[in-house]
């Protein structure tokens, strides 16, 4: 800027002087009412105390003859470009509102080079600062002689000369007057003796009079000269003599510091609200900014300077010399943006040796401080690792567009902090609910040859290392040995995943107080997905293993390969929240394979075809536990020696994107739903990361269950007897949010849903009933009371149509605090009715003793469940109740239907007990214990699994909907839903899970799990 122009900013900034100093005179005039100025239209204060309303702030800052703070921008008009109108930034709002790359910041007004007063007159120049509320003075003025260094001010104000080439900065010398008073010694006294001197005044017509001769070149004789002499404003005069009659300038060729802490108080000893930072110079601001200590190589970035053991979820703030562009600095946080732009500032981590940059947010300290900044990381850090930080002379200038003088770097490591998670998948995941004094979800890992988080170090040997796909030709993204906890492998199948920092609570009590349930929901990837990074993942492409149809989402049947790939840093697509490099890109079949051939969904090629080749999975069916390279292998699934994941991103120009097939894409895993009942919410997290995306809130959540076509949460709730129903959908408007709410009985507790999705069966213990709600109008339809006592557990098996007996009916059955089991037989009912939609008894052997929980078979086609209890001995037990003799086909409840007469016994049904696992009484080859003897829960592995198939669909009710693929009903068009191996049976006196081998008894695995309640496979009910 030249003297012309500051020149012009000195003839705006009189006029505008006069505009905001001249309404204080209201305050001195008692009798002139007094104008409403800046402060005034702040509403709130004390009542009848009209010089002191609202929060007690700086509200002007100015040389005389221009404003230095609030901050100034133009207005943005309708069309988002800067108008005409000058606005102060009051509020960050205000700033992000009309901040773009083309409107910045309006610079400072600066001094002039000659002593002048407003006016053009010579004398001293001064720096004004006006306050809302009146000044205590005490708390800016000293009266101790020590700080006549300070000149005279005791700190909570701080008005500094900042030597751009030494960084030396010190008080500017002079003298600080609030209402006209300042500290003088006292003549009358021998010693150095300071008191507060009214030096200046004002009268009621506003004239001001010198009253001590040692104020003489006090700032007078202009318009509005009166009102440097308010007891709202404190005025500072340069005098590096001692004579405020030899007129001076502030310090030329420096800038020119002002500091308002939260030490200024107001008459009422308040603070101000709000401290302020801004700078300005003497003549044309030419000074280009710094990072405070640059040239002593210990810049103020903090954390920095070699710092160690940094908090990983840290923000860092950065000092400058003066005040800065925000824009040029970085981009506003916003939660919604993922995806912030570089400018100014650069972060870059080194992980084993490799250094990548970091995502970032940058935003002044508040609206009052831009000579501050906040650095925020898109993401957090890894834990110990190296963060180099950087403030870049290319793109960060002052306010006043000079460019920062020098690019200041320093570095930090970060220390523990929070683990990161990577965890695998379902089917080959076991989710864990814990309880006790360590709440959280953990994670049981079915593969063990994944690349998720892990123990890099020998404490917990990654089984990684025996994967055979390891250093494979071909395969993409390569597959190579973890070097840090975040891609280093789990420890193998059947053990806890652990996350960076080695716990195996990968979500704990910092997040939840409690864990009741766990369900599995819809595919991530319906939401979260490389679409808008990699077209080659569009869902045109996207496969069902089982049917070779376009199948939009990741499907149950096929786990990624590995399960799961590796964590990256920084993510390779943060915008859409994934961390993770993508499955291998699917096998390549010979050239014109058909797509669909033996379950097997493979990639076509011509000769030269558009879809790059890819090798056969090596890692298939074997022995898990093998150290043997010619054994080791996976216990399998439905689709074997082949790799799932979508094509590469394709180069520059991007060629159209041809069919080339694939089954699992990024986000891997589902929606996974936590009630935790001490604090009344249901988490929603992602099964993979172990992030939490939403909570829900409920009056008293108990139990819930995901409905067969993954588009209802059913949640009961306790006390006001409700069941709430959230969408699941994630095609639906209102996704996760609550759409519908039930009445049933006193007390609801567990619920479970038929597998065709016909009715949710819901519990009321208080009131000893079951309620049945209708699946597609989710109304009440019944309630039904016989053979219940106190109920507390429930399970529901699939409508019989052409498999088991061909009942056409359905079975529930709801396990009693007496260890008796209820058996509940569907409709339809009435004339000509083949069930009687209610409980028809409790079969013989159907008591267990210490019974706490009942599971259905999803494997038996006739209708079985599983029961948790001890034996006659009180030893752990799992046992199997199975309907094993029935009339084959629908059986009418009338002996008269027809017109012939049947027998009594025309619908006698007989239920036995067909296996048991543990205890004294073991039906198996092997007859292994249980580690305990409190079985609370169990579940299946989904290994091998047909998920992907069509649902069976109820020929009773036409209206209802079903998913597309991956349905929750145990029966599939032409098989079961799913072929387990073993079951896994939670102890809750011991903290163990037993992994039971179901054909032989074997106890093939104890996992140590303190606190463990819940065993969540995705058919849990």
Same mark, same amino acid.
């Given at each position: 800027?030249?003297?012309?122009?500051?020149?012009?900013?000195?003839?705006?900034?009189?006029?505008?002087?006069?505009?905001?100093?001249?309404? /204080?005179?209201?305050?001195?005039?008692?009798?002139?009412?007094?104008?409403?100025?800046? !402060?005034?239209?702040?509403?709130?204060?004390?009542?009848?105390?009209?010089?002191?309303?609202?929060?007690?702030?700086?509200?002007?800052?100015?040389? +005389? /003859?221009?404003?230095?703070?609030?901050?100034?921008?133009?207005?943005?008009?309708?069309?988002?470009?800067?108008?005409?109108?000058?606005?102060?930034?009051?509020?960050?709002?205000?700033?992000?509102? $009309?901040?773009?790359?083309? $409107?910045?910041?309006?610079?400072?007004?600066?001094?002039?080079?000659?002593?002048?007063?407003?006016? =053009?007159?010579?004398?001293?120049?001064?720096?004004?600062?006006?306050?809302?509320?009146?000044?205590?003075?005490?708390?800016?003025?000293?009266?101790?002689?020590?700080?006549?260094?300070?000149?005279?001010?005791?700190?909570?104000?701080?008005?500094?000369?900042?030597?751009?080439?030494?960084?030396?900065?010190?008080?500017?010398? =002079?003298?600080?007057?609030?209402?006209?008073?300042?500290?003088?010694?006292?003549?009358?006294?021998?010693?150095?003796?300071?008191?507060?001197?009214?030096?200046?005044?004002?009268?009621?017509?506003?004239?001001?009079?010198?009253?001590?001769?040692?104020?003489? +070149?006090?700032?007078?004789?202009?318009?509005?000269? =009166?009102?440097?002499?308010?007891?709202?404003?404190?005025?500072?005069?340069?005098?590096?003599?001692?004579?405020?009659?030899?007129?001076?300038?502030?310090?030329?060729?420096?800038?020119?510091?002002?500091?308002?802490?939260?030490?200024?108080?107001?008459?009422?000893?308040?603070?101000?609200?709000?401290?302020?930072?801004?700078?300005?110079?003497?003549?044309?601001?030419?000074?280009?900014?710094?990072?405070?200590?640059?040239?002593? %190589?210990?810049?103020?970035?903090?954390?920095?300077?070699?710092?160690?053991?940094?908090?990983?979820?840290?923000?860092?703030?950065?000092?400058?010399?003066?005040?800065?562009?925000?824009?040029?600095?970085?981009?506003?946080?916003?939660?919604?943006?993922?995806?912030?732009? !570089?400018?100014?500032?650069?972060?870059?981590?080194?992980?084993?040796?490799?250094?990548?940059?970091?995502?970032?947010?940058?935003?002044?300290?508040?609206?009052?401080?831009?000579?501050?900044?906040?650095?925020?990381?898109?993401?957090?850090?890894?834990?110990?690792?190296?963060?180099?930080?950087?403030?870049?002379?290319?793109?960060?200038?002052?306010?006043?567009?000079?460019?920062?003088?020098?690019?200041?770097?320093?570095?930090?490591?970060?220390?523990?902090?929070?683990?990161?998670?990577?965890?695998?998948?379902?089917?080959?995941?076991?989710?864990?609910?814990?309880?006790?004094?360590?709440?959280?979800?953990?994670?049981?890992?079915?593969?063990?040859?994944?690349?998720?988080?892990?123990?890099?170090?020998?404490?917990?040997?990654?089984?990684?290392?025996?994967?055979?796909?390891?250093?494979?030709?071909?395969?993409?993204?390569?597959?190579?040995?973890?070097?840090?906890?975040?891609?280093?492998?789990?420890? +193998?199948?059947?053990?806890?995943?652990?996350?960076?920092?080695? #716990?195996?609570?990968?979500?704990?009590?910092?997040?939840?107080?409690?864990?009741?349930?766990?369900?599995?929901?819809?595919?991530?990837?319906?939401?979260?997905?490389?679409?808008?990074?990699?077209?080659?993942?569009?869902?045109? %492409?996207?496969?069902?293993?089982?049917?070779?149809?376009?199948?939009?989402?990741?499907?149950?049947?096929?786990?990624?390969?590995?399960?799961?790939?590796?964590?990256?840093?920084?993510?390779?697509?943060?915008?859409?929240?994934?961390?993770?490099?993508?499955?291998?890109?699917?096998?390549?079949?010979?050239?014109?394979?058909?797509?669909?051939?033996?379950?097997?969904?493979?990639? %076509?090629?011509?000769?030269?075809?558009?879809?790059?080749?890819?090798?056969?999975?090596?890692?298939?069916?074997?022995?898990?536990?093998?150290?043997?390279?010619?054994?080791?292998?996976?216990? +399998?699934?439905?689709?074997?020696?082949?790799?799932?994941?979508?094509?590469?991103?394709?180069?520059?120009?991007?060629?159209?994107?041809?069919?080339?097939?694939?089954?699992?894409?990024?986000?891997?895993?589902?929606?996974?739903?936590?009630?935790?009942?001490?604090?009344? &919410?249901?988490?929603?997290?992602?099964?993979?990361?172990?992030?939490?995306?939403?909570?829900?809130?409920?009056?008293?959540?108990?139990?819930?269950?995901?409905?067969?076509?993954?588009?209802?949460?059913?949640?009961?709730?306790?006390?006001?007897?409700?069941?709430?129903?959230?969408?699941?959908?994630?095609?639906? @408007?209102?996704?996760?949010?609550?759409?519908?709410?039930?009445?049933?009985?006193?007390?609801?507790?567990?619920?479970?849903?038929?597998?065709?999705?016909?009715?949710?069966?819901?519990?009321?213990?208080?009131?000893?009933?079951?309620?049945?709600?209708?699946? !597609?109008?989710?109304?009440?339809?019944?309630?039904?009371?016989? &053979?219940?006592?106190?109920?507390?557990?429930?399970?529901?098996?699939?409508?019989?149509?052409?498999?088991?007996?061909?009942?056409?009916?359905?079975?529930?059955?709801?396990?009693?605090?007496?260890?008796?089991?209820?058996?509940?037989?569907?409709? @339809?009912?009435?004339?000509?009715?083949?069930?009687?939609?209610?409980?028809?008894?409790?079969?013989?052997?159907?008591?267990?003793? $210490?019974?706490?929980?009942?599971?259905?078979?999803?494997?038996?086609?006739?209708?079985?469940?599983?029961?948790?209890?001890?034996?006659?001995?009180?030893?752990?037990?799992?046992?199997? /109740?199975?309907?094993?003799?029935?009339?084959?086909?629908?059986?009418?409840?009338?002996?008269?239907?027809?017109?012939?007469?049947?027998?009594?016994?025309?619908?006698?049904?007989?239920?036995?007990?067909?296996?048991?696992?543990?205890?004294?009484?073991?039906?198996?080859?092997?007859?292994?214990?249980?580690?305990?003897?409190?079985?609370?829960?169990?579940?299946?592995?989904?290994?091998?699994?047909?998920?992907?198939?069509?649902?069976?669909?109820? $020929?009773?009710?036409?209206?209802?909907?079903?998913?597309?693929?991956?349905?929750? #009903?145990?029966?599939?068009?032409?098989?079961?839903?799913?072929?387990?191996?073993?079951?896994?049976?939670?102890?809750?006196?011991?903290?163990?899970?037993?992994?039971?081998?179901?054909?032989?008894?074997?106890?093939?695995?104890?996992?140590?799990?303190?606190?463990?309640?819940?065993?969540?496979?995705?058919?849990? &009910?």
């Amino acid at each position: 800027m030249n003297e012309t122009a500051v020149g012009s900013v000195g003839f705006a900034g009189v006029a505008f002087l006069r505009g905001v100093l001249r309404p /204080l005179r209201g305050v001195v005039e008692k009798r002139r009412p007094p104008r409403e100025g800046l !402060a005034d239209k702040v509403v709130g204060g004390t009542a009848g105390d009209a010089n002191n309303r609202g929060p007690f702030k700086l509200v002007l800052a100015s040389t +005389g /003859l221009g404003q230095i703070y609030p901050y100034r921008i133009a207005e943005l008009d309708a069309f988002q470009l800067p108008s005409t109108k000058i606005i102060d930034i009051t509020s960050t709002d205000e700033l992000k509102l $009309n901040m773009t790359g083309a $409107n910045g910041v309006v610079p400072p007004a600066v001094w002039g080079t000659t002593p002048k007063k407003p006016g =053009g007159d010579p004398g001293n120049q001064f720096l004004l600062l006006r306050f809302s509320h009146d000044l205590r003075i005490s708390s800016v003025l000293s009266a101790l002689p020590a700080n006549r260094n300070n000149s005279g001010l005791t700190g909570a104000i701080q008005i500094m000369q900042y030597d751009p080439m030494s960084e030396s900065q010190s008080f500017v010398k =002079g003298r600080a007057f609030v209402g006209g008073k300042t500290y003088y010694d006292n003549p009358s006294t021998p010693g150095f003796d300071l008191e507060l001197v009214q030096a200046v005044s004002v009268d009621e017509d506003g004239n001001v009079t010198i009253k001590d001769a040692r104020a003489a +070149g006090f700032p007078t004789g202009f318009t509005g000269d =009166g009102d440097l002499v308010s007891e709202k404003t404190l005025v500072f005069i340069p005098d590096f003599d001692e004579d405020m009659t030899t007129f001076e300038t502030f310090p030329v060729g420096q800038v020119i510091r002002l500091l308002v802490t939260s030490s200024v108080m107001d008459l009422r000893d308040k603070p101000v609200v709000e401290e302020v930072c801004t700078a300005t110079t003497v003549g044309a601001d030419t000074i280009a900014p710094q990072v405070l200590g640059f040239s002593k %190589n210990t810049p103020e970035i903090t954390p920095g300077n070699g710092e160690l053991g940094v908090d990983p979820t840290t923000t860092i703030q950065v000092n400058f010399s003066k005040p800065i562009q925000p824009f040029d600095v970085g981009q506003f946080f916003r939660p919604g943006n993922l995806t912030p732009p !570089a400018r100014g500032m650069a972060l870059n981590v080194t992980i084993a040796n490799h250094t990548s940059p970091v995502l970032y947010y940058a935003d002044p300290r508040t609206a009052s401080d831009f000579c501050t900044f906040i650095v925020r990381p898109a993401f957090f850090f890894p834990g110990n690792i190296v963060v180099q930080v950087s403030a870049n002379n290319t793109a960060i200038t002052s306010i006043a567009g000079v460019k920062l003088g020098l690019t200041t770097t320093t570095q930090f490591q970060t220390g523990k902090g929070p683990g990161l998670v990577n965890a695998p998948v379902a089917p080959e995941a076991i989710y864990v609910g814990r309880g006790g004094t360590s709440p959280g979800v953990s994670v049981i890992d079915c593969n063990g040859f994944g690349q998720g988080t892990g123990d890099v170090g020998d404490t917990y040997p990654s089984r990684l290392k025996m994967n055979p796909n390891l250093g494979a030709p071909g395969v993409n993204p390569s597959l190579t040995p973890g070097l840090t906890n975040m891609d280093a492998g789990g420890a +193998g199948i059947f053990t806890l995943t652990r996350d960076t920092n080695l #716990s195996t609570l990968l979500i704990d009590s910092s997040v939840l107080a409690g864990v009741e349930d766990i369900h599995i929901g819809p595919p991530l990837d319906k939401v979260f997905n490389n679409e808008n990074i990699n077209p080659n993942t569009t869902r045109a %492409n996207q496969v069902n293993p089982n049917l070779g149809t376009i199948a939009w989402g990741n499907t149950i049947s096929v786990a990624p390969v590995p399960n799961p790939p590796k964590l990256v840093f920084p993510p390779p697509n943060p915008g859409q929240n994934i961390w993770c490099e993508e499955p291998a890109v699917t096998s390549s079949g010979p050239p014109w394979v058909p797509i669909y051939q033996q379950l097997r969904i493979m990639t %076509n090629h011509p000769p030269v075809g558009p879809c790059a080749v890819s090798p056969m999975n090596r890692l298939g069916r074997g022995d898990p536990f093998s150290d043997q390279v010619t054994s080791v292998g996976i216990y +399998g699934g439905s689709v074997q020696g082949i790799f799932h994941g979508p094509q590469p991103q394709p180069g520059t120009p991007q060629p159209p994107t041809p069919f080339c097939a694939y089954t699992s894409r990024q986000q891997i895993g589902h929606f996974l739903y936590v009630l935790d009942r001490q604090r009344r &919410q249901v988490l929603i997290v992602n099964s993979n990361r172990m992030q939490v995306l939403e909570t829900i809130k409920l009056s008293d959540p108990y139990d819930m269950a995901v409905s067969p076509n993954l588009r209802r949460l059913a949640v009961t709730n306790f006390a006001p007897g409700t069941v709430t129903f959230v969408d699941t959908d994630p095609q639906s @408007p209102t996704f996760h949010t609550i759409v519908g709410e039930t009445r049933v009985g006193d007390g609801p507790t567990q619920c479970a849903w038929q597998p065709q999705g016909e009715d949710l069966l819901v519990l009321n213990s208080t009131g000893s009933s079951m309620s049945i709600i209708g699946g !597609a109008d989710l109304k009440l339809r019944k309630t039904v009371t016989g &053979q219940l006592n106190r109920p507390i557990d429930v399970g529901v098996t699939s409508r019989q149509m052409g498999f088991g007996f061909a009942t056409g009916t359905y079975f529930a059955y709801v396990l009693n605090r007496d260890g008796s089991v209820a058996v509940f037989e569907s409709g @339809p009912d009435g004339t000509n009715g083949i069930g009687f939609d209610d409980f028809v008894g409790v079969p013989e052997q159907a008591t267990f003793r $210490n019974g706490r929980r009942l599971m259905a078979d999803t494997t038996v086609q006739a209708s079985a469940i599983w029961v948790g209890h001890t034996d006659e001995t009180g030893l752990g037990q799992v046992s199997h /109740l199975e309907l094993t003799s029935s009339q084959v086909g629908p059986i009418p409840i009338n002996a008269g239907a027809g017109g012939f007469i049947l027998p009594p016994t025309f619908r006698q049904r007989e239920w036995t007990i067909t296996g048991r696992i543990g205890g004294r009484t073991a039906s198996t080859p092997i007859k292994d214990t249980l580690s305990g003897n409190s079985p609370i829960d169990m579940t299946f592995d989904d290994i091998f699994n047909n998920g992907a198939l069509t649902d069976q669909q109820s $020929n009773q009710i036409s209206n209802l909907i079903y998913a597309d693929h991956s349905g929750k #009903s145990d029966a599939k068009v032409g098989a079961m839903a799913t072929i387990p191996r073993f079951l896994f049976v939670a102890m809750g006196d011991t903290g163990k899970i037993d992994i039971m081998e179901l054909d032989t008894g074997k106890r093939i695995k104890t996992i140590d799990c303190p606190g463990v309640k819940v065993l969540s496979g995705y058919w849990r &009910q």
